[in-house]
């Protein structure tokens, strides 16, 4: 029996939440809706120009693993932070939710801090996202713990991890160690300008081995260079066992093995949409992990989307089981 | 003309708030909704044994001038954090508040860190509170700048802050100050138990020059040592020139010059309960220096108290304004 239903690789960071009228988006020179790659000097001087905030633990794969654990699922997380404040706030908080989190800290002496992300939540709702990546970005092969993996029934992958000069070979590692154990290797393609910077690559990752690949529509269409959803569905599913494309308002498509459903999705007034997809593929794969037909599992991910857009912050807040029950899911 | 309307000296802290079970504060042997001091041991050993959580810059006497400072006023804020992460998260919410923020940090090789309050809040809102004063303890007469409190129409100052060994000192010289340029005097007994370890310190400087004091009813039934409010409420008032005493959901008893006055609680559900006291002072204080009646000064205090429990935190996020407004306040 696996020790871990997921095991998550990705980048460890802390959000920075600050609300933000549209017009400050432009002042502040921050393009709205997506994320940007910050250095140190441009994350002190966005800081000091931002309106008071709020310290949560975020980063994508991580908030995906604490939703997993928040639904009882075991859980490891890989993602390196230092042995700094922030750090130890990030390991807390998804050790606290139940997740095994065993990253060698960077030492309190490294050159650079744990990672953070500087979310602009707009009144849409909507998060235009400013990333320091500092120490996350040095996670390299040895991180990997070849253990962990075999003891895993699904490995999942955060796109932003490409963002690393090790992190390619940390990823192959993983997968590696995932397929000579029999784990399922699951990737989210986390945003459409990380697609641009890494397109060959994910390509090559997805064709070789991905088994269940996780999107929204704009990331879709980036990666297949295409227009037409329909076209970026189809030739997505052909290369994967399982697509599982959100569509924001709209739902979300599951595509497999030559078959298709729709989850709507859950209405909700939308508060902050940090962490929305990340919550999705947290519930998805713990439903898949309990073999639940796919429908389901798209729709336990659209549930979980709607809560996590429903208050500020990636990090589940209600119980996500009662929600389930109260839909008629479990 | 001032250059400040209220200059507040407190603890400066960063909150660490998460969600309680009642039966999880015995296990944690934490008591409910008071202010405990710990040590950095327990702080640690503490935070391993709660849930996630969200950092929100805090601090009594901070989240007052925080919510002056929402409000439109000028304020400065006297308190000592370190130069580390959780110093920069504190400082940078309140000047991005607005308030002028000068004290000097705490040099980065210090022993101790920033302060930090792990809040637990319970279902019913209400916060337990555990502080670790790190480096705010340290605070003295030299972090009083003479110049800015002569610039002060009133100055506010914590009671928890006499929980340190040089405090005693750097109010005295903060209150002789602003006697000698004919600022108000305001403080806050801040916590039952806070009143137990300096009563008699307190009652001297209430008695000496205190203009202004802010309690809740089991703060001056302490202060006072007696189980009759209408006693501590008639005793107290003959001691300053305004009292303005909270009682929960039964809102807010002012006192002056013989007279007095009640402001109704504004109905609100309790999400969290930390920081309505502060947020009373703030909006009160705001009101006071602008010369509202009194009545007026207290049922803004509860408006903005209402605000401050409806959300997390104890940092506004409302639109104070907009709430006086609406009530016909302003």
Chains 1, 2 share one sequence.
Not at 182 to 206: K, N, W, Y
Not at 246 to 268: C, F, M, Y
Request: glycine share 10%; proline share 4%; with cysteine.
């Amino acid at each position: 029996m696996s020790k871990f239903d997921v095991v998550g690789i990705g980048n460890a960071m802390v959000d920075i939440l600050s609300r933000c009228d549209d017009a400050n988006l432009g002042t502040l020179d921050v393009d709205k809706g997506i994320m940007q790659l910050i250095d140190m000097p441009r994350a002190v001087d966005l800081y000091a120009r931002i309106g008071p905030a709020k310290e949560i633990s975020g980063g994508s794969a991580a908030n995906t693993i604490a939703v997993i654990a928040a639904l009882g699922g075991k859980t490891a997380y890989v993602g390196k932070v230092k042995d700094d404040q922030l750090g130890h706030i990030f390991a807390h908080d998804l050790r606290a939710q139940g997740a095994v989190y065993e990253t060698p800290l960077a030492p309190s002496d490294a050159a650079d801090e744990t990672g953070r992300c500087i979310v602009l939540v707009t009144p849409d709702g909507e998060r235009s996202m400013n990333t320091y990546l500092g120490v996350t970005e040095h996670l390299g092969p040895d991180d990997i713990n070849e253990a962990q993996i075999a003891d895993a029934k699904i490995i999942y992958l955060e796109g932003y991890r490409f963002d690393g000069p090790e992190s390619h070979a940390a990823f192959a590692k993983a997968i590696k160690a995932a397929k000579a154990h029999g784990a399922m290797v699951s990737l989210t393609l986390s945003d459409p300008f990380c697609v641009e910077r890494h397109r060959d690559a994910f390509r090559q990752m997805i064709v070789d081995g991905v088994d269940v690949l996780f999107s929204n529509r704009v990331e879709l269409l980036s990666m297949y260079e295409t227009e037409d959803f329909e076209v970026a569905l189809t030739q997505a599913s052909h290369e994967v066992k399982i697509l599982a494309c959100t569509h924001s308002e709209h739902g979300a498509h599951i595509l497999s093995g030559g078959e298709r459903w729709h989850a709507p999705a859950d209405p909700v007034e939308i508060v902050d949409a940090t962490g929305a997809g990340d919550a999705f593929a947290g519930a998805f794969l713990w439903a898949l992990v309990r073999e639940y037909p796919l429908e389901v599992c798209g729709r336990m991910g659209c549930v979980a989307a709607s809560e996590m857009i429903s208050h500020i912050g990636a990090r589940p807040e209600a119980n996500l089981k009662e929600l389930f029950k109260a839909r008629g899911l479990l």
